[in-house]
């Protein structure tokens, strides 16, 4: 049987979680739904960067000790997953996960004895925003450009990977797909980082400049590791690496696929730091790097910085799912967001969306097809099959391709990870049924007392009703379960009475500065 390893990203804990992670969180939970479905073992993982000197700042700034200030907000991280539905097998916590810490140590002790770490004095420009550092020519007129910020010179003497002596080798896995990353022009960005150039960089800092918060180094009490090689070993700490056994083996070593989930502002992170730190430790590698773009909210970037200062008030994905209801937050995530890149949000889209796709599309037609039932068959599902001969019921050849075509289609666009071609293949099956109902006029048969045709329409779209309930399953699985539930016969053979499935939303226009 095959094993899927999901990750996404486990951010820092500095402010609430935003709805640009909530996007990382709904996808990965898409991907390991539907492999579940197909039969695949899978393990979603998820968690926070509790080790960031971010949070330490922000903390600082609250005016409340650190280990507090990072519980608190990690709580709120992992409490995402009940008003997002997400079907997360596990969470680590980098600060208090006992798993983590002595990962991290055998990861290092792992490049150690690989002779890739050396110290050395070093100066450079440090963003504490993004946790790195940066060459002047990277920076936009001086400073950062992730935050537009000042960064900071920093000297001292740290531990250095020697990332230049896996340049060569990553060139060639990302070149050949070993390593698969998606979309294409994140690919090349990557090749294009390595053919300029890949220098050892950092991996350690000294105890005061880290507040004493983080990992030490092992054997070297006085420097705390690199926030960020901290957190990428979370993908293998989270698999009892510390200890190896059965957990590593088979989501690690001996898995299928290992996916990462991803923003675009940390791909180097993820597609050459930590591929190269792999390399070194003698561990297999990623299979497929999976790179979303940024949500904006009025074309402002949605930050947690952004939150903390005021900038936004709607993009919270606990009041998103409060007011809209869990469904509506992630098809407007899954729908309208473009496979790989950057997407606006507005709560009036997510409304917009809701009610033309979900409550008129979804919701009208299995409201529409089961009242029916009920009112011309008793609530009894129709004996004869749309194939029958016997019920030359109305062609309906677009409708039929819809549902025989939706697995194959789903399946080939969550390949490519691109989630809006695949709702797009389950929509479509509920558009085409809305459209058979307008032109098979199921009344007009009753009137007319065409029984045999009018059993042969209804028994389609209920058809079309079931198959809705079943492609929805990963994407929205609460609808989904609602959906197949109104759509199943009790023991006496009937359809539970019509209730709605998808209703209609209001938009609500909150004053976000009160
Ligand atoms: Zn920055």
């Known amino acids: ?32 739904r539907h492999r579940r479905d197909h039969g695949e073992q899978v393990r979603f993982q998820a968690g926070t960067d509790d080790n960031s000197l971010k949070n330490v700042l922000a903390a600082q700034a609250a005016g409340i000790g650190v280990q507090e200030f990072v519980d608190a907000n990690a709580a709120a991280f992992i409490g995402l997953a009940e008003p997002l539905s997400l079907s997360v097998d596990d969470l680590i916590r980098t600060s208090s996960d006992p798993r983590h810490r002595a990962g991290v140590e055998r990861l290092w002790r792992a490049c150690a004895a ?219 995530l899954l729908r309208e967001v473009p496979r790989g890149a950057d997407a606006d949000f507005t709560a009036d889209r997510l409304v917009a969306r809701a009610n033309d796709e979900l409550a008129n599309g979804f919701g009208n037609l299995v409201n529409r097809v089961v009242s029916m039932i009920h009112r011309y068959h008793d609530g009894r599902v129709p004996a004869l099959s749309a194939s029958d001969p016997a019920a030359p019921a109305l062609d309906a050849p677009a409708l039929d391709a819809a549902i025989t075509n939706a697995p194959g289609l789903i399946a080939e666009a969550l390949a490519d990870f691109d989630f809006r071609r695949a709702t797009e293949a389950v929509w479509r099956i ?54 197949t539930a109104q759509c199943a016969t009790d023991a006496s053979g009937r359809l539970p009475p019509p209730s709605p499935v998808l209703s209609r939303l209001t938009p609500v226009l909150k004053d976000v500065s009160s």
């Not at 009344?443 to 492609?471: F, I, N, P, Y």
Request: overall charge negative; aromatic content about 10%.
């Open 114 to 332: 690989s002779g890739d770490l050396y110290r050395r004095h070093y100066e450079g420009l440090y963003c504490v925003g993004c946790e790195q550092f940066y060459t002047t020519a990277e920076l936009l007129a001086g400073r950062c450009p992730e935050h537009d910020t000042v960064p900071d010179l920093v000297s001292e003497e740290n531990w250095f990977f020697r990332l230049s002596r896996y340049a060569g080798r990553l060139r060639r896995l990302i070149a050949d797909d070993t390593i698969r990353i998606q979309p294409a022009e994140r690919r090349n960005e990557v090749l294009a980082l390595i053919d300029a150039g890949l220098a050892d960089f950092s991996v350690s800092r000294g105890v005061e400049r880290a507040r004493g918060w983080g990992i030490p180094v092992p054997d070297d009490p006085g420097q705390v590791i690199y926030v960020w090689w901290d957190a990428l070993g979370n993908y293998l700490t989270a698999l009892d690496y510390a200890v190896g056994g059965e957990n590593l083996s088979r989501w690690w070593t001996d898995a299928s696929r290992r996916i990462h989930l991803l923003g675009k502002g940390v791909l180097r992170f993820h597609a050459v730091y930590w591929p190269a730190m792999l390399l070194s430790a003698g561990e297999a590698l990623p299979t497929d790097i999976v790179v979303h773009g940024y949500l904006t909210e009025n074309g402002r970037k949605i930050s947690k910085s952004a939150g903390a200062l005021g900038l936004t008030g709607t993009a919270d994905p606990y009041d998103l799912a409060a007011q809209y209801g869990t469904d509506a937050v992630r098809w407007w």
């Open 430 to 483: 509920a558009d085409e049924a809305n459209r058979y109902v307008n032109r098979a006029r199921p009344w007009d048969l009753a009137k007319a007392g065409d029984g045999a045709e009018l059993a042969a329409v209804l028994s389609r779209l209920l058809r079309a009703c079931r198959a809705v309930g079943e492609h929805l399953r990963p994407f929205l699985p609460d609808a989904a379960t609602r959906i």
């Open 1 to 32: 049987m095959t094993a899927s390893y999901i990750t996404t990203t486990i951010p820092y804990v500095n402010a609430r979680p935003h709805l640009g992670f909530a996007l990382e969180l709904v996808q990965a939970d898409v991907l390991a």
